[in-house]
């Protein structure tokens, strides 16, 4: 890279590239089973690398302060957007930017979601539907432990870590066991994060 | 288990509700939404039980797109059709988008705090437990699941196995342990 610092792009977008924007995030959508952030190496691909669209550090950092807000993380893909809309001049592009990566990424995958959730309400008597619900919920509530176990070991399993494990072990244990609020626990953590620690 | 079984189920009482119940769940919601969703609307407001809760997960799971937004979009479907849908869905993206944008706006400047960072890492470690913890809980749902608990638990463990240890792809480990356990679940179930 010969600028790794650099922060914006001086872009000129044309109607073919923000269709060509929309399409990407359209063929995505699809694909994103499991979330949204499986597909974002692909994100990646095209906006950074292939378009030059958005700088590596406008691609992380879109991504960071999704994880960092509440809400759902399929934000970060708004901030992708808002960023290129950004680098192609300015705010009013930016909320372009947000609708088309939103409306790409949201619209086949919902509509799909919907038909589904509606035919299988319609047929919940059917053996095949409720032998899919009943053979998937093991595997659900299984998966919910493991990205908890994904997520605390993000950071590497070096054992220097242990700190933050304890951390998410404890967290765990509370909310499993106790009926304190959910955001004193968020609360603590950043406190014993800002103090360094965890 | 520890739930106090007997009271009723509620309801959202209009598209207003959803939108504004949905609103609050997604801003108390960092570092994933789930945990907070299964907290508020099983647990506090019942508008569903463990169960059904499992079951809507499993779809919103398996289905393509963000499952949180899947989830919202399905539960609103089930009280008021279409414009619930709508209305959930508007309740978890809109607030949270206006929010995100002015972090992004704000994040320039303090990015490199060390303060910031290490607050960040925190608030994810707790995350963190919150998704486990949500999936403990939910594990009492499986008592009354018609594998019954000890093929529940093996199907679990491999999950775990498979997602957590060896870290292989989602969807292979969805697709190959669900066909599994839904033909199981096919034989046992009565016709």
Known sequence: ?198 | MTEPLVSPLQRPTSLTDLFVSFTLLALQGFGGVLAVVQRELVEKKRWMTREEFVEEWAVAQIMPGPNVVNLSLMIGARYFGFKGAMAALAGMLVAPLIIVLLLALMYAQFADQPGVQGALRGMAAVAAGLIAATGLKLFGALQKNVLRLKLCIALGALCFIAIALLRWPLTYVLLGLGCVACSVAYKKLPP
């Open chain 1, 1 to 198: 890279m010969t600028e790794p610092l650099q922060l914006a792009l001086n872009l000129q977008l044309t109607v073919q590239d923000w269709l060509s924007l929309f399409l990407h995030y359209v063929s995505l959508s699809l694909l994103a089973i499991g979330g949204a952030i499986t597909t974002a190496p692909d994100m990646h691909r095209f906006l950074v690398d292939q378009q030059h669209w958005l700088t590596d550090a406008q691609f992380n950092a879109s991504i960071a302060i999704a994880q960092a807000a509440p809400g759902p993380n399929v934000l970060f893909v708004a901030l992708l957007g808002w960023n290129v809309g950004l680098n192609a001049g300015g705010m009013l592009m930016g909320l372009m930017g947000i609708s088309i990566t939103m409306l790409g990424i949201l619209t086949p995958s919902t509509t799909l979601t919907y038909l589904a959730a509606q035919w299988g309400h319609r047929n919940r008597e059917l053996r095949a539907v409720r032998a899919f619900k009943q053979g998937m919920a093991p595997i659900v509530v299984a998966l919910l432990i493991a990205t908890g176990w994904v997520l605390t070991t993000a950071n590497g399993s070096d054992m220097k870590n242990w700190p933050l494990w304890l951390l998410t072990g404890l967290t765990a244990l509370m909310v499993w066991r106790t009926k304190i609020h959910l955001l004193w626990l968020l609360g603590a953590g950043a406190l014993l994060g800002w103090f360094g620690l965890v």
